[in-house]
């Protein structure tokens, strides 16, 4: 079984700045593909990032040039960067783990961490 925990939400104002950590427990870390998902009130939890095994990502639109999902396997940690935020990027984050290799869907998830945006 996998374990995922969030560090890092919290208050932000709009144009600010926050970096999301994830730490994941077990030995497949390296191979796994990996996400971020949010999920604001009253909205579907949607895909904000996702990294595969080997590094490559991909972004929800809403996010492509102010967010940055990276992963550092020495620490089986995945991180979100998240610079330029807007109100609307005010949400629950959660950490996902998918297959091996490549992002196909989250198979487990985190418990979430509050992000929000405002003045």
């Known amino acids: 079984q996998v374990q995922l925990v969030e560090t890092g939400g919290g208050l932000v104002q709009p144009g600010g700045s926050l970096r999301l950590s994830c730490v994941a427990s077990?030995?497949?870390?390296?191979?796994?593909?990996m996400g971020w998902y949010r999920q604001a009130p009253g909205k579907q939890r949607e895909m904000v990032a996702t990294?595969?095994?080997?590094?490559?990502?991909n972004y929800a639109d809403s996010v492509k040039g102010r967010f940055t999902i990276s992963r550092d396997n020495t620490k089986n940690t995945v991180y979100l960067q998240m610079n330029s935020l807007k109100p609307e990027d005010t949400a629950v984050y959660y950490c996902?783990?998918?297959?091996?290799?490549?992002?196909?869907?989250?198979?487990?998830w985190g418990q979430g961490t509050q992000v929000t945006v405002s003045s």
């Open positions: 996902t783990q998918g297959n091996a290799f490549w992002y196909t869907g989250p198979t487990y």
């Open positions: 077990g030995s497949s870390f390296s191979v796994a593909a």
């Open positions: 990294i595969d095994y080997r590094g490559s990502t």
